[in-house]
């Protein structure tokens, strides 16, 4: 295989003449770009790019996108990344290849990048155009690229792309950008743009596939977890990256020389947000590294610090800071050493309070890091809460969440969240609306508030406008909310919980602070106990009384300063009572996609993890339902083609546990488009197959509506409808309720015979009268499996076989397609297998199918299917049935 690729890359870059020699490669003309003369001849070296005969490299010459392909292919054989799954499967493509016009020397690659999924069915009509291959553009190569890297590298949603004509690059491709751009294999021309749309030249492409080469090679992995971070004063930082490759990376990093981006690269960071146990994202230039991406959401300052929100005022040793979440104002009182920092830089109260002063028209934000002491105010003994640290940053906006009350065109109007605060904000004129990480309009927003019970994030401008509006139908969590966790380990030390697949641990100061409960089942309310008996309870331990459980559940309880007062704790079983919720949450509506075995809906920006396996049959009951109203399977693989497919609308109604975890899914289409494959009336089966490839078997009502007198249900049966272009609607069970014919050009021109077929020379002889054969004839037959034109030709010539055809003609007398049953055939016995008969006549061997094989051995008189060993080598006439299925011989 190897050496076929080599063969077809010189046809590639030869274009008919013999390559030079990788290794004595000095190309005439690569001075013309200087920029990338180097790079022209370490690719050479490597053996990724050859040259022409006449010494030249041709250097700004256009990439076709079939030569993008083997070149990528070359490029992932030497760096030892080809998929083994995905080689070898020209076969499987070779009729869609054909039909694309791909050029012979390129088919294998292209065949390797559908299969590996380089290459999507969409993107080949832009290879040829008339049977002349085209360039390809820059955007389009940067696609190919990232999808080949995206096996080894995360793929994130780009929004952070920042070239100055970000604006050109289509919303599909900003993905592959970014990862491309953070990986340092593409950058902008020397004015800040990508120029998406240009055509992208083999020195273009040399310096990409040397970066990539490189990046391979080296296995330098791109990502992994600070194991460890020293502040030094916010000066500078010590950090160490324990990458997943296995390698470490110690970096000493200040604002200077390295910048910090959020996951898609929106928006920079300061050093001091980078936190031990972060996964981050490293951007090499070479081996030097350049930029940092924070890929876990930035720690949420409720998790980075004790107390966060904006300060009211600083002066005469306290300070008054209103939290983000609530609007509530809390007083704390001043440590004698504590200290201060300024954008993660150290400072001093003074330089805080000048802050204040001169950012007046702006909100000044706080985390404060705090301890409660008991002292006698005012002659008694009272809580105090001090600051010991004060991390201060200076924002032009600020953001508080809540549950919306209502909503209109102007202002958003809710309840703050943890507080029963009501607050509103009106639009700014550039205000930017979302639901979940999908960017809506205002309208949208305002018709899924009437829908029921919303939650809402509001950015707030420093004139008290909303520039920035996300809704959800999920709570945004903060740390004082009332949530449930899943407990994964309670000690006198810590409690480790965990919700939403991400695990929180709470470090105890002291254990005597803390008032524990569980749930006492007998009496059913709460029971007060002391750290000993909640410990004893939650181990399980049998001198206490307590027995057996599978999952223990908490709620813990906050003071204003983010310390934890109490915890509850209850077993699985007496979740629903002592929580007074359902084990499991519902949600419902259209889903979104369904990557890496989690399932997300439009409407939220929750991720549910699917299990495993669904339909589980345990003790004569069936754990995880799982249904797909309308499908005849209910497999994950469908679920989750569905979920993925752009032609297919997906509405899934789930429940979930504590962990978002799905326990139940009821699902079912509610719009599709595509082609008709395959239409049966009686068995109420429909076959789509959408622009993407994937093909659906789906059930109708028993006679769904069209959308014209021209036909009904019956004639979408026929043979003449098969591949038209149809839009399907569905009723609440999932059943296709109506087919809609968009693309009928090929029925209106069309007529229908049938009888039995023959061959006459070079045509196709039906009824007595002879027709063309059109360069595209569709064939099918449920008498047999064989579907090119030549194997049936062969057939129809075989004098020992009858075969009844219903054809559609076209006004050029041509055969379009041909639907055909097998009325007899006669031959030797060869052997029955698997639900077809294999017999021998004086041109070849057939393999017709056959009816159950019960059936078959009941109508051949037979009891056994070993009974069928004893026809071989007879001569038999095989008798089909009106299905042109073999029911007996």
Same mark, same amino acid.
């Given at each position: 295989?190897?050496?076929?690729?080599?063969?077809?890359?010189?046809?590639?870059?030869?274009?008919?003449?013999?390559?030079?020699?990788?290794?004595?490669?000095?190309?005439?003309?690569?001075?013309?770009?200087?920029?990338?003369?180097?790079?022209?001849?370490?690719?050479?070296?490597?053996?990724?790019?050859?040259?022409?005969?006449?010494?030249?490299?041709?250097?700004?010459?256009?990439?076709?996108?079939?030569?993008?392909?083997?070149?990528?292919?070359?490029?992932?054989d030497k760096t030892g990344n080809l998929k083994a799954s995905a080689t070898n499967t020209l076969s499987i493509y070779q009729s869609v290849l054909n039909t694309y016009k791909i050029p012979t020397w390129s088919q294998s690659t292209v065949a390797y990048g559908l299969s590996a999924q380089i290459l999507m069915a969409a993107d080949l009509p832009k290879f040829t155009t008339?049977?002349?291959?085209?360039?390809?553009?820059?955007?389009?190569?940067?696609?190919?690229?990232?999808?080949?890297?995206?096996?080894?590298?995360?793929?994130?949603?780009?929004?952070?792309?920042?070239?100055?004509?970000?604006?050109?690059?289509?919303?599909?491709?900003?993905?592959?950008?970014?990862?491309?751009?953070?990986?340092?294999?593409?950058?902008?021309?020397?004015?800040?743009?990508?120029?998406?749309?240009?055509?992208?030249?083999?020195?273009?492409?040399?310096?990409?596939?040397?970066?990539?080469?490189?990046?391979?090679?080296? +296995?330098?992995? %791109? /990502? *992994? $977890?600070? &194991?460890?971070?020293?502040?030094?004063?916010?000066?500078? !930082?010590?950090? @160490?990256? =324990?990458?997943?490759?296995?390698?470490?990376?110690?970096?000493?990093?200040?604002?200077?020389?390295?910048?910090?981006?959020?996951?898609?690269?929106?928006?920079?960071?300061?050093?001091?947000?980078?936190?031990?146990?972060?996964?981050?994202?490293?951007?090499?230039?070479?081996?030097?590294?350049?930029?940092?991406?924070?890929?876990?959401?930035?720690?949420?300052?409720?998790?980075?610090?004790?107390?966060?929100?904006?300060?009211?005022?600083?002066?005469?040793?306290?300070?008054?800071? +209103?939290?983000? %979440? /609530? *609007? $509530?104002? &809390?007083?704390?009182?001043?440590?004698?050493?504590?200290? !201060?920092?300024? @954008?993660? =830089?150290?400072?001093?109260?003074?330089?805080?309070?000048?802050?204040?002063?001169?950012?007046?028209?702006?909100?000044?934000?706080?985390?404060?890091?705090?301890?409660?002491?008991?002292?006698?105010?005012?002659?008694?003994?009272?809580?105090?809460?001090?600051?010991?640290?004060?991390?201060?940053?200076?924002?032009?906006?600020?953001?508080?969440?809540?549950?919306?009350?209502?909503?209109?065109?102007?202002?958003?109007?809710?309840?703050?969240?943890?507080?029963?605060?009501?607050?509103?904000?009106?639009?700014?004129?550039?205000?930017?609306?979302?639901?979940?990480?999908?960017?809506?309009?205002?309208?949208?927003?305002?018709?899924?508030?009437?829908?029921?019970?919303?939650?809402?994030?509001?950015?707030?401008?420093?004139?008290?406008?909303?520039?920035?509006?996300?809704?959800?139908?999920?709570?945004?969590?903060?740390?004082?909310?009332?949530?449930?966790?899943?407990?994964?380990?309670?000690?006198?030390?810590?409690?480790?919980?965990?919700?939403?697949?991400?695990?929180?641990?709470?470090?105890?100061?002291?254990?005597?602070?803390?008032?524990?409960?569980?749930?006492?089942?007998?009496?059913?309310?709460?029971?007060?106990?002391?750290?000993?008996?909640?410990?004893?309870?939650?181990?399980?331990?049998?001198?206490?009384?307590?027995?057996?459980?599978?999952?223990?559940?908490?709620?813990?309880?906050?003071?204003?300063?983010?310390?934890?007062?109490?915890?509850?704790?209850?077993?699985?079983?007496?979740?629903?009572?002592?929580?007074?919720?359902?084990?499991?949450?519902?949600?419902?509506?259209?889903?979104?996609?369904?990557?890496?075995?989690?399932?997300?809906?439009?409407?939220?920006?929750?991720?549910?993890?699917?299990?495993?396996?669904?339909?589980?049959?345990?003790?004569?009951?069936?754990?995880?339902?799982?249904?797909?109203?309308?499908?005849?399977?209910?497999?994950?693989?469908?679920?989750?083609?569905?979920?993925?497919?752009?032609?297919?609308?997906?509405?899934?109604?789930?429940?979930a546990d504590g962990d978002n975890k799905i326990t139940e899914i009821e699902a079912r289409l509610t719009a599709a488009e595509g082609k008709l494959v395959e239409y049966d009336k009686g068995k109420k089966e429909f076959t789509l197959e959408t622009p993407d490839g994937s093909q659906f078997k789906l059930y109708t009502v028993s006679n769904p509506k069209t959308d014209s007198?021209?036909?009904?249900?019956?004639?979408?049966?026929?043979?003449?409808?098969?591949?038209?272009?149809?839009?399907?609607?569905?009723?609440?069970?999932?059943?296709?309720?109506?087919?809609?014919?968009?693309?009928?050009?090929?029925?209106?021109?069309?007529?229908?015979?049938?009888?039995?077929?023959?061959?006459?020379?070079?045509?196709?002889?039906?009824?007595?009268?002879?027709?063309?054969?059109?360069?595209?004839?569709?064939?099918?037959?449920?008498?047999?499996?064989?579907?090119?034109?030549?194997?049936?030709?062969?057939?129809?010539?075989?004098?020992?076989?009858?075969?009844?055809?219903?054809?559609?003609?076209?006004?050029?007398?041509?055969?379009?397609?041909?639907?055909?049953?097998?009325?007899?055939?006669?031959?030797?016995?060869?052997?029955?297998?698997?639900?077809?008969?294999?017999?021998?006549?004086?041109?070849?061997?057939?393999?017709?199918?056959?009816?159950?094989?019960?059936?078959?051995?009941?109508?051949?008189?037979?009891?056994?299917?070993?009974?069928?060993?004893?026809?071989?080598?007879?001569n038999v006439t095989l008798e089909f049935n009106s299905d042109g299925l073999v029911e007996e011989f």
């Amino acid at each position: 295989m190897k050496r076929k690729m080599a063969m077809a890359l010189a046809a590639v870059l030869v274009a008919g003449s013999l390559p030079v020699t990788a290794s004595a490669a000095t190309f005439t003309d690569i001075n013309e770009v200087s920029w990338a003369s180097s790079t022209i001849q370490a690719v050479s070296d490597k053996g990724l790019i050859n040259g022409y005969e006449d010494g030249t490299f041709r250097a700004k010459n256009n990439v076709t996108y079939s030569e993008a392909m083997v070149m990528i292919y070359n490029l992932m054989d030497k760096t030892g990344n080809l998929k083994a799954s995905a080689t070898n499967t020209l076969s499987i493509y070779q009729s869609v290849l054909n039909t694309y016009k791909i050029p012979t020397w390129s088919q294998s690659t292209v065949a390797y990048g559908l299969s590996a999924q380089i290459l999507m069915a969409a993107d080949l009509p832009k290879f040829t155009t008339n049977g002349v291959s085209n360039p390809a553009t820059r955007q389009d190569v940067a696609v190919m690229f990232g999808r080949a890297l995206s096996e080894k590298y995360d793929i994130y949603a780009g929004t952070g792309v920042n070239y100055n004509d970000v604006w050109r690059i289509s919303d599909e491709v900003m993905p592959y950008v970014d990862l491309l751009t953070r990986l340092g294999i593409v950058t902008g021309d020397d004015s800040g743009n990508f120029n998406p749309t240009a055509n992208i030249t083999r020195a273009e492409m040399a310096v990409m596939m040397n970066k990539t080469y490189d990046l391979l090679s080296n +296995e330098l992995a %791109n /990502t *992994g $977890e600070i &194991t460890e971070i020293v502040n030094h004063d916010g000066d500078y !930082y010590d950090v @160490d990256v =324990k990458m997943d490759n296995g390698e470490r990376n110690r970096l000493t990093l200040s604002d200077d020389n390295i910048s910090v981006y959020n996951k898609d690269g929106s928006r920079e960071l300061p050093i001091s947000s980078l936190t031990k146990g972060d996964r981050v994202s490293l951007v090499f230039d070479g081996l030097v590294i350049t930029k940092i991406y924070l890929l876990d959401e930035e720690a949420s300052a409720q998790e980075k610090y004790d107390a966060v929100g904006y300060i009211y005022s600083l002066k005469d040793g306290y300070l008054n800071l +209103e939290s983000e %979440n /609530t *609007g $509530e104002t &809390t007083k704390y009182k001043i440590n004698t050493n504590c200290t !201060y920092y300024l @954008d993660g =830089k150290k400072t001093t109260e003074s330089a805080i309070k000048d802050v204040i002063d001169d950012n007046s028209d702006k909100y000044v934000y706080a985390g404060l890091y705090t301890e409660t002491k008991n002292e006698k105010v005012d002659g008694k003994r009272q809580d105090v809460l001090y600051a010991n640290a004060v991390y201060v940053t200076v924002k032009d906006e600020y953001t508080q969440t809540g549950e919306v009350t209502d909503f209109t065109s102007t202002t958003v109007y809710y309840k703050a969240s943890g507080s029963n605060a009501r607050k509103s904000a009106d639009f700014a004129s550039d205000c930017e609306f979302y639901i979940g990480d999908k960017k809506s309009s205002a309208k949208d927003l305002e018709e899924m508030a009437e829908s029921g019970t919303v939650y809402v994030k509001v950015t707030v401008n420093s004139k008290g406008k909303a520039t920035k509006v996300v809704m959800t139908e999920d709570k945004f969590t903060d740390n004082t909310a009332s949530s449930t966790y899943t407990v994964k380990g309670f000690n006198k030390d810590r409690i480790i919980v965990s919700r939403g697949g991400t695990s929180t641990t709470y470090e105890f100061g002291s254990t005597s602070d803390i008032t524990y409960y569980t749930w006492d089942r007998s009496a059913g309310k709460w029971e007060e106990r002391s750290f000993k008996n909640a410990e004893s309870y939650y181990e399980g331990d049998p001198e206490e009384g307590e027995d057996d459980y599978e999952t223990m559940y908490a709620r813990i309880n906050f003071d204003k300063s983010g310390k934890i007062t109490a915890i509850y704790m209850a077993k699985d079983e007496d979740r629903e009572p002592a929580f007074d919720e359902a084990v499991n949450s519902e949600k419902k509506g259209t889903v979104e996609s369904i990557e890496n075995g989690k399932l997300k809906f439009k409407t939220s920006s929750t991720e549910y993890t699917l299990q495993k396996e669904y339909n589980v049959k345990k003790d004569g009951e069936t754990k995880y339902p799982l249904k797909i109203g309308g499908a005849q399977t209910s497999s994950l693989t469908v679920l989750t083609r569905m979920a993925n497919c752009d032609d297919v609308t997906l509405y899934a109604e789930i429940k979930a546990d504590g962990d978002n975890k799905i326990t139940e899914i009821e699902a079912r289409l509610t719009a599709a488009e595509g082609k008709l494959v395959e239409y049966d009336k009686g068995k109420k089966e429909f076959t789509l197959e959408t622009p993407d490839g994937s093909q659906f078997k789906l059930y109708t009502v028993s006679n769904p509506k069209t959308d014209s007198d021209d036909y009904d249900a019956e004639d979408l049966e026929t043979t003449g409808y098969r591949g038209s272009s149809v839009e399907l609607e569905f009723n609440n069970d999932g059943e296709i309720s109506k087919i809609i014919v968009t693309d009928s050009n090929y029925n209106s021109g069309t007529k229908r015979v049938k009888g039995t077929a023959s061959i006459d020379g070079s045509k196709i002889k039906i009824d007595g009268k002879s027709y063309s054969w059109d360069s595209k004839t569709y064939i099918t037959s449920s008498s047999f499996t064989y579907s090119t034109k030549d194997m049936f030709e062969r057939m129809l010539q075989d004098k020992d076989i009858e075969v009844y055809v219903e054809a559609t003609i076209s006004d050029s007398n041509k055969v379009e397609r041909i639907n055909a049953r097998v009325e007899s055939a006669e031959g030797e016995f060869v052997e029955y297998d698997s639900g077809s008969v294999v017999i021998e006549t004086d041109s070849r061997k057939w393999s017709f199918n056959t009816v159950s094989k019960n059936t078959l051995l009941k109508n051949c008189g037979l009891d056994d299917e070993k009974d069928f060993e004893k026809k071989e080598g007879k001569n038999v006439t095989l008798e089909f049935n009106s299905d042109g299925l073999v029911e007996e011989f």
